[in-house]
């Protein structure tokens, strides 16, 4: 049984359902029925001894008014604000104390995302220059942390917001068959109740299991930085946004072509490169590499979608 679906001993199913955040959940998604009901339906009440029902894991972190007290492991945000970037730093670096961010499911993310953005708004990076990150980007890592994480395991998801980076720590490994490897092609979720009650309401904080990552990856480049980077460790995950720049389309295809020598590059593999998606943005670089003799196009192609272009 996944861990989501544990029974919580110390609460009841009253308390659950005069919860006004599970009164709002059921009015937003409109269904007519009984809160105890609706609960039973979502496989969100467990047997604790005999037939006796109680809330589960699951049902406490979504609609407790007061999860972090209830549950018996850790389950808040802490955030902290790092005026360095050595991950060796020392208390004169915080710029205050960490904040521990505390409240049902949704009320956690949107709560750590205002307080993420407030440290974020205005920040300079090491060197001086704006610290900018894609907001979607930031909500879809602090969504998958929630989601995902192992609660079984005393302790909070930390974020870490350095003057290079920004770094996410969840509890437990990757589940099931994921692997950093496989991230962006497989799907598996730790906690398949908690993705869909949240994918259930009309705007939800999340995309199905999967897309979030895509996401991500694609904000990032949008906005010229590098994909996350992730490491998974002997008991928690971490995905780091480092803000580093992409090369330029000019230094990739240069750099392409230097270490294949023997190979050529075509504006869809550019594309796939470097994730730029205008196809014209592409084919001006080349017609002006082309102009200052750095690449010439293969052989003699009859239309422009069969250009090979080599280094010189």
């Keep these: 049984m996944a ?22 959940y059921m009015m937003r998604i409109s269904t007519t029925q009984t809160p105890e009901k609706f609960l039973k339906k979502q496989r969100l009440l467990s047997k604790l001894e005999g037939e006796m029902l109680v809330p589960n894991v699951g049902c406490v972190v979504l609609f407790d008014e007061e ?75 602090l969504v998958n942390a929630v989601i995902h994480r192992d609660y079984s395991l005393n302790d909070d998801i930390h974020v870490k917001i350095y003057d290079d980076r920004i770094e996410v720590t969840s509890p437990g490994k990757l589940p099931g068959y994921m692997t950093i490897n496989n ?13 869909r009650m949240l994918h259930n309401l009309p705007e939800p904080l999340n995309h199905d299991i999967g897309e979030g990552l895509d996401t991500v990856k694609n904000e990032l480049r949008k906005a010229g930085l590098v994909e996350p980077f992730f490491e998974e460790n002997e008991n928690s995950f971490v995905v780091t946004l480092n803000h580093k720049k992409l090369s330029s389309i000019e230094t990739v295809i240069l750099e392409y072509l230097s270490q294949n ?3 050529y590059i075509t504006n ?23 102009k200052e003799n750095k690449i010439e196009v293969v052989g003699s192609p ?8 080599r280094l010189i």
Excluded: W
């Excluded at 949107?110 to 407030?118: E, G």
């Excluded at 196809?279 to 590499?289: A, E, H």
């Design 302 to 309: 009859s239309r422009a979608f069969d250009y090979k272009y």
């Design 183 to 195: 991230l962006y092609e497989e799907r598996f979720s730790r906690n398949p109740n908690l993705v």
């Design 3 to 24: 861990y989501e679906r544990q029974a919580v001993a110390n609460t009841d199913i009253e308390e659950l359902i005069e919860s006004e955040i599970l009164s709002d």
């Design 67 to 141: 999860p972090q007290a209830t549950m018996d492991t850790r389950c808040a945000i802490k955030i902290y604000r790092l005026l360095t970037t050595d991950s060796n730093y020392k208390r004169e670096h915080l710029l205050e104390m960490p904040v521990t961010i505390n409240g049902s499911l949704e009320i956690l993310i949107r709560n750590a995302i205002k307080k993420i953005k407030s440290y974020l708004d205005g920040a300079k990076l090491h060197d001086g220059s704006k610290m900018t990150y894609p907001s979607e980007a930031i909500k879809e890592i």
């Design 268 to 290: 869809l593999l550019i594309r796939q490169l470097t994730g730029e998606n205008d196809v014209n943005k592409v084919k001006g670089v080349l017609k002006r590499l082309r």
């Design 261 to 263: 020598p023997d190979s």
